[in-house]
T-cell receptor
Framework: NAGVMQNPRHLVRRRGQEARLRCSPMKGHSHVYWYRQLPEEGLKFMVY????????ESGMPKERFSAEFPKEGPSILRIQQVVRGDSAAYFC??????????FGPGTRLTVL | QQQVKQSPQSLIVQKGGISIINCAYE??????FPWYQQFPGKGPALLIAIRPDVSEKKEGRFTISFNKSAKQFSLHIMDSQPGDSATYFC??????????????FGKGTHLIIQP
């Protein structure tokens, strides 16, 4: 049973470009969470999605960031017009019914 | 989201010793408290979790102690091994609707087990 998959593992973008991060939850999991981790920091919650619905986006910056979890396919975290401060590791976690969250390996975004 | 305070920031323990990491929370709505282990360049891996209806949970060498009245919980690693050297995060969440809120994490503890 494959775990949570994220791609790409590493992503380099120049300032002003768009970054798209993908997350495929574990089989049978319909809850997806996105977190951001800055160097030497804990993980910060960004957004919680269920299939085709955003449940809680209280941790998401108001501008440039968006997330979706379509009926078919992976969840996408999209960052428009990236800035250097967006450089971080972005982790996706999935859950079957809530509570226990299993994390993917993360996408390390570097903005030049 | 309410903060979860974790201490110490770093910890050095001799092989075979007991590693103890503490966390405190503020939000009384939290009802799920997991601990995660993270190695450099990897995603967090769930170690053990507890709910406030029990005061202690043990899985192998890992034990969570929970004090609801003090709003504190701790991780004990018995017989610590060099392979346990990693960063440990405590976290907390509450339930809402049909699922659980996003986790609120502590800032992490860098644990080094000296051989």
């Amino acid at each position: 049973n494959a775990g949570v998959m994220q791609n790409p593992r590493h992503l380099v973008r120049r300032r002003g470009q768009e970054a798209r991060l993908r997350c495929s939850p574990m089989k049978g999991h319909s809850h997806v969470y996105w977190y951001r981790q800055l160097p030497e920091e804990g993980l910060k919650f960004m957004v919680y999605l269920q299939k085709e619905n955003i449940i809680d986006e209280s941790g998401m910056p108001k501008e440039r960031f968006s997330a979706e979890f379509p009926k078919e396919g992976p969840s996408i975290l999209r960052i428009q017009q990236v800035v250097r401060g967006d450089s971080a590791a972005y982790f996706c976690a999935s859950s079957r019914l809530g509570d226990t969250q299993y994390f993917g390996p993360g996408t390390r975004l570097t903005v030049l | 989201q309410q903060q979860v305070k974790q201490s110490p920031q770093s910890l050095i323990v001799q092989k075979g010793g007991i590693s103890i990491i503490n966390c405190a929370y503020e939000n009384t709505a939290f009802d799920y408290f997991p601990w995660y282990q993270q190695f450099p360049g990897k995603g967090p891996a769930l170690l053990i979790a507890i709910r406030p209806d029990v005061s202690e949970k043990k899985e192998g060498r890992f034990t969570i102690s929970f004090n609801k009245s003090a709003k504190q919980f701790s991780l004990h690693i018995m017989d610590s091994q060099p392979g346990d050297s990693a960063t440990y995060f405590c976290a907390a969440s509450s339930r809402s609707g049909g699922g659980a809120d996003g986790l609120t994490f502590g800032k992490g503890t860098h644990l080094i087990i000296q051989p």
